[in-house]
């Protein structure tokens, strides 16, 4: 834990150096762009991908829907607890920001006046183990929007590291964390989760949360269904 404390290996800092680095040389109107993306866009286009994933899946058929349901349930879940476990993870470790312990480092963070008032540890990245959960999650559940979300995640954790704000490896331990949890536990999960989320499919008021209802009409027991228009050849027939 002492490297880690200390400003981790060299490689670690290289790098930091390196990606950050970019800032000084990218256009200013990327740069600014660049921390609200972080903070603000990813996780909302991450929000965006699960309701899309929940809309499309709500035209599967019921076995299909409930697991698909199931596990988008569990991904906001997820990411929530691996946060959880990131507290006394972050306190354990206590590894300060990296403008903390390096200069000439570009800060593009907007909260940063508050950071340097307050503890503010930077092992692991808050950031990318929620982006990181709730893409896997999303894969989990959707294989094509899971590859987008693990996407976007990675794009999180390239951001935080452009940002300053984060060593790299504070990123891949995000990565690993928000991917560990949603995976370890998801058997767990599923056993608790799946028969809410089945008898909420068959309930005949919020079941459409769950599957779209049908279009197909059904009749009644013991009625045949109407019949079409009658044609000439068909009262021949008769």
Known sequence: MAGLTTGGPNVDVSLLYGINGLARRAPAWFDRAVAPAAEYGVPLALVLLILWCWHSGRRQDEATAVETFTALVWAPLAAGLALLVNVPLREFVGRPRPFRQHEGLQVLDP??????????????????????????????????????????????????????????????????????????LAPLASALLTPVVRAVAGSPRIGRIVRAKDRTVSCPVGLAPAAGPRTRESDLAA
């Open 111 to 184: 909260g940063l006046g508050a950071a340097l008032t307050r503890t503010d540890f930077s092992f692991v990245s808050d950031h990318t183990t929620l982006a990181m959960a709730l893409g896997v999650g999303l894969f989990v559940a959707n294989r094509r929007l899971g590859l987008i979300g693990i996407g976007l995640a990675l794009a999180e954790g390239l951001c935080r590291v452009y940002m300053g704000v984060h060593y790299p490896t504070d990123v891949i331990g995000g990565l690993a964390l928000g991917t560990a949890v949603v995976l370890l």
